[in-house]
């Protein structure tokens, strides 16, 4: 079945620093995904989103890169600050009506 | 412009008791998702609907949990004579569309079965 999975559970990064984090897809059907932000005690938050016919996106301090040949998806964070630190998931769908979503990374920012 | 609001953010209840758990999504939305968070782990889809229709159910346990969303009023989440596994986060989600939207997620009602 569909499944999402994350390279790292936990990551720890110095602030300043640039971050990447990592999410494996199994569908390769899948032509949609979302990266989400989760902090403590709060729902999760978009913070870019990228669909299949594209490899790279870009935001505001943020990059999505999307490999499609091994079904990699990063979250690159460029300069990353104290209020970064939270939870970060990936989600795929494949024209489907809901996502699926990986157990998540933590982002720890350290001083 | 409200998101997508949740009540209440903690629910406490004892075993066997029933838990109704509510979601008004954002304006304009007329998709609502359910989704299940255990500690220290990711969401878990449970249902999704539209105005009076169950679309998707495939994710809701088969006994004792039912959602529904009628033409009036919020989302509800039901779980009936509630076990201590069911102590979890509960996360409502909205989209103006199915598959190729984003959603707005809420802020998550907390239970805990005592």
């Known amino acids: 079945g569909e499944s999402v999975g994350l390279h790292l559970p936990t990551l720890s990064v110095q602030e300043g620093d640039n971050s990447i984090i990592n999410c494996a897809y199994s569908?390769?059907?899948?032509?949609?995904f979302i990266w989400y932000k989760q902090e403590s005690g709060k729902g999760p938050q978009f913070i870019i989103d990228i669909r299949s016919n594209m490899d790279k996106r870009q935001g505001q301090r943020v990059t999505v890169l999307l490999n499609k040949t091994v079904k990699h998806l990063s979250l690159q964070i460029a300069a990353t600050q104290p209020g970064d630190s939270a939870v970060y998931f990936c989600a795929e769908n494949n024209y489907g009506q809901n996502f699926v979503f990986g157990p998540g990374t933590r982002l720890s920012v350290l001083p | 412009n409200a998101g997508v609001m949740q009540n209440p953010r903690h629910l406490v209840r004892r075993r066997g008791q029933e838990a109704r758990l509510r979601c008004s999504p954002m304006?304009?939305?007329?998709?609502v998702y359910w989704y299940r968070q255990l500690p220290e782990e990711g969401l878990k889809f449970m249902v999704y609907l539209q105005k009076e229709n169950i679309i998707d159910e495939s994710g809701m346990p088969k006994e004792r949990f039912s959602a529904e969303f009628p033409k009036e009023g919020p989302s509800i989440l039901r779980i009936q004579q509630v076990v201590r596994g069911d102590s979890a986060a509960y996360f409502c989600?909205?989209?103006?569309?199915?598959?190729?939207?984003?959603?707005?997620f809420g802020s998550g009602t907390r239970l805990t079965v005592v």
């Open positions: 569908n390769s059907a899948s032509d949609y």
């Open positions: 304006k304009g939305h007329s998709h």
């Open positions: 989600a909205s989209s103006q569309g199915a598959g190729t939207y984003g959603y707005t």
